[in-house]
């Protein structure tokens, strides 16, 4: 397990082996062809106060784009760049081992941490798909667990990738993350066979790769454990 510091906080990489990738990555783009995918519309908010003085981003996912009579409008854009499927609608023996085996794995490091092996936990899991076509990315966070549950914070957010973007130049195709109290934005190589974790409230976006001549499929989810008092990222 190794840490490192980024953007004001911690991201967690360990080692994770993902089995039978190739039907993973048919699973997922079979059903990009065989289902007809509708974006969820875009979320926007008024914030009273000053355009030029109030923040790039604000939790959430939102972005400032431009002023009112009544204030500062931020929006999630399209709601966020590329393609995302709940983990749900999938029943292929590699894809449930898959987010099965990153969840026992994350609630491992969190017991071993805690000791809050009877506390309930719950996991809420998608694919992320970024084609090369993509042209918008913008930062956002998980705080809100899932829309079923939006008044529950998310515990742990956690990411690996399945196929990543090649051809990329400079910060092409990099995970970025956003320091929320600087606006400062730095990025990490991420690398396959690799699990990610971090705070859900670590601002991050997918950096786009236009260069590319594959899509980027990521598996993500969000881990819930209510009523924890302690996590991996607190000293």
């Given at each position: ?6 953007a004001?906080s911690k991201?967690?990489?360990v080692?994770f ?25 875009a ?9 030029n003085e ?5 939790q ?8 009112t009579?009544?204030?500062?409008l931020?929006?999630?854009g399209n ?8 983990a ?7 894809i ?17 941490n ?16 970024n ?12 705080i809100?667990?899932?829309?079923s ?12 990738y ?15 993350f956003?320091n ?12 396959l ?18 260069n ?13 454990i ?5 996590s991996?990222?607190?000293?």
């Amino acid at each position: 397990m190794k840490v490192i510091k980024i953007a004001g906080s911690k991201v967690i990489e360990v080692p994770f082996k993902i089995k039978d990738k190739k039907n993973i990555i048919e699973a997922v783009e079979t059903s990009l062809s065989s289902l007809t995918y509708v974006k969820p519309k875009a979320r926007e908010l008024i914030v009273p106060g000053d355009f030029n003085e109030l923040p790039n981003t604000i939790q959430g996912g939102l972005y400032k784009i431009g002023k009112t009579p009544e204030g500062t409008l931020y929006s999630s854009g399209n709601a966020g760049p590329g393609i995302q499927i709940e983990a749900n609608i999938f029943f292929e023996n590699s894809i449930t081992s898959l987010f099965n085996n990153s969840y026992q794995l994350v609630v491992d490091l969190h017991n071993k941490n805690s000791g809050e092996y009877s506390l309930p936990k719950y996991q809420h899991s998608w694919f992320f798909i970024n084609r090369p076509t993509n042209r918008e990315a913008g930062f956002h966070d998980h705080i809100k667990f899932n829309s079923s549950f939006p008044h529950d914070v998310t515990t742990y957010t956690w990411t690996t990738y399945i196929q990543l973007p090649d051809k990329c130049k400079d910060d092409e195709g990099k995970l970025a993350f956003q320091n929320e109290r600087t606006n400062e934005i730095e990025t990490l190589e991420v690398k396959l066979n690799t699990l990610y974790i971090f705070p859900a409230s670590l601002l991050h976006r997918p950096n786009l790769s236009p260069n590319s001549s594959l899509s980027r499929i990521t598996a993500a989810a969000n881990i819930l454990i209510p009523g924890t008092k302690k996590s991996l990222f607190i000293d």
